[in-house]
RNA sequence: GUGGCCAUCGUUCAACGGCAGGACAGCGGUUUGUGGUACCGCUAACGAGGGUUCAACUCCCUCUGGCCACC
């Protein structure tokens, strides 16, 4: 169980591997976001065909739909999915942060829930009921799940909070941090399970914009961990990239990446939360990130857009090429050209773009699962050159 | 045939004697640990003719077309 790094090629890729209960992941990886447990209109059968082979699923979304005592009868959310690879939960803190700012940003409203040293009170968006998240329950909950990578929860500040603003998000998820290592342990003791088929388990680094506040937050975490004496682990497996990660003005947060890349001890897993482009998953790598994971290539595609190589390889020269078209456009409503030829999956090269085309002007969720499969094969081989490049 | 009602973007529904507005459709764009079947732009109309008026889509008359009632 753990990250193994076997190289670091001449572009800062690191080639490594991830063991997990449900087989490894070869890094650098793309995740697509499974969020609520499914991929939206795509199979199992149709992420295995688009080279999907891990993703990450939500801790808060699946705990208000459909709970956990559904999910722990069929001993967790690989038997609830049907799905036999690894997966990764997310903690639900960015879900949370994310639902408070937006309320009160978008309409005014009263925001939907506060946060406090114990955790987080919110109202459920389903159903207005109160509920409660904290850094322990965090952690039992994603034990239920039975994922193969537990994520701690964090406090997920906007980037261009103010210094003492960021200061105190990183203090307070430091303190969630050391409490969700010592729940970590105590459900492992507690569910008696073996120290090789234990989750892994990454914190999040915050700091928004600033590169030092980035590095205290990564030495406050580590410290965290050390402080809890046992036998199983006394590190994190690894560490993520917290908040969003570009600027006010969209500005992707290459030098903060890079910097934050460089804290992360070499053999522990580094995890660049919710990136993102190609271009930018392909930059990211070459500062040394294992992990990605994003809802770009589904979430896009489900509104027409679908990204194309140009032509034969994405990575030439050091750069990346590619283009992106927007199938919904009337430019298509005549084309009898494939999807995707060459592609290798054969819905891409016997659909044509008219037909696309048609699908999206229709409303029909059959177009969405074709853009989906498109970009997540782009993705994938994506990172299939990322890893080759070398 | 007689009487009444109606005629506005492609469709559907507003408003007003002084710049004709919305919804849907169409076109273009946005989306970075998924409140996204979302969001943001843009395009686009007063049935025809005459009259009253400084000014008419609006008031009056005729025509054309539609709907309803009665014969």
Redesign the pocket.
Known sequence: MGYELKKIDKHGVRHGTIKTVHGSIETPTFL?????GF??TLSNEDLAQSGVSAM???T??LFLRPGTDIIKKVKGIHGFMGWDRPLVS??????I???IR??TR?NG?KP?GEIHEEGVYFKS??DGSEQFLSPEKSIKIQFDLGTDII????D?PPNHSSQPELKKSIERTIRWGERCFSEYHRQIKKRKIQKNKRPLILS?I?GGEHKDLRKACFLGLYEAAKKNKNNITSDWDGY?F?????DAK???LKEVLKSTADLIPKNKIRFA?????PR??FLCARMGWDVF????P???G????LYLKKGGRLIKGGQIYYN?I?I????F?KSLKPVNAGSGLEILEYSSQSYLNHLF?S?E?LG?KIA?MNNLKFYSVLMDEIRGAG
């Open positions: 697509p976001d499974a969020t609520r991929i939206k990450v699923v939500n808060y979304h997310d903690s639900g803190g960015f879900q942060f994310s639902l937006n309320t978008k409203k939907l968006p389903i994520i701690a929860l964090d997920c999040v915050h993520g917290g908040a969003r990660p570009v969209g500005r992707f939360l919710g990136i993102g482009s930018d998953i994971d994003c809802v770009i589904t979430r896009e489900r509104h027409g857009k992106t927007n919904g456009s009337s430019k409503a002007k409303g969720a969405a989906s």
